[in-house]
């Protein structure tokens, strides 16, 4: 793979392309002006996303697990309705990518990251045991897959697997170059390299998956700091459609005389600058919703009707065990979105 065709096929990037990254850029230094969330409201944040592109990722490629089930599952709690291997891949994205979350700052970039990182991702895969983090031995597919976790339709052909590691460390090499020269914008090379990612299909299994911790760690990497607050993955899985069609149309002239890339880069620039309007969003208002369980929300809501309430009134009105009243109140408290009247059993609460 001449990597000069990674460089040719980004000549001539359309206005829109750099519109989309002047907006994305744009916000981004919205949140570097704006970020006063607390660590602790970052913290649960994070915690939340973790749980969400988990769910979101695997279920792309097949699984059935909710984000409530991945949460139980982390927690320590059976869900045994679930394939083991299922709660296997759930299990090893989670930690993989808190991981990079974590650790982003002093994860390389290069060719035996990605191969760690596959290792990681299927380690708890009883049948992935014999190739984990290790290139293709033969030929793979690209499948679209339904809700149902059937295949619908092959998307396109794969590098063969005797070409698999000559092209990887091409493609690697072009594109730690092109970030540390800053011969590009970073988000047109992430995206160059994540549809030449996906076109080599490098590993038996879990490529998509590997593919959208990459994005994580790559963006990361080029300053866009609200990543992990913002689930990436999930909104993926919104637009799971879209993202087979990009990367249909795009993945069909790899390799052609006239390579086109930018429908999937218009996708990718999209999924990114739904993020950054999401994750300022966090800052410019309250959005307490995204901070809050369903229980915490009831609470909230209700107290957002009446004047004030008892412990008791608040159970009773909202369903919520009268036990986990004095957590929900104590959590709003910390918040500063309600106020304590009183003490002991005349202890009664209003929002602020």
Known sequence: MPTDRLDKRLENTPSEIWLKINK???LKGQ???GAKLSPQVLGRLKKSVLITSTGASTRIEGAKLSDEDIEKMMRGLSVQKFTDRDLQEVKGYYELLNNIFDSWKSIRFNESAIKHFHKEL?????KDTKHRGEYKKQENKVHMIDEAGKSVGVLFDTTPAYLTPKEMQELIDWT???LKENIYHPLITIGNFLVEFL???PFIDGNGRISRVLTNLLLLKASYAYIPYISHEKLVEANKPDYYIALRRSQRTIKKRKEDIMPWLNFFLDIVLEQ????VELLSKENIEKLLSPKQLAVWEYLNTVDEASPSEI???TNVARPTINQVVDKLLRLKKIDRIGL???TRYRKI
């Open 344 to 346: 002991g059993r005349s």
């Open 122 to 126: 299927l380690k708890y895969v009883e």
């Open 315 to 317: 159970s009773k009105k």
């Open 24 to 26: 994305i850029d744009e």
């Open 176 to 178: 730690d170059n092109a």
């Open 31 to 33: 949140w570097i002006a």
């Open 199 to 201: 076109n080599i299909h």
């Open 276 to 279: 950054s309007k999401q994750a």
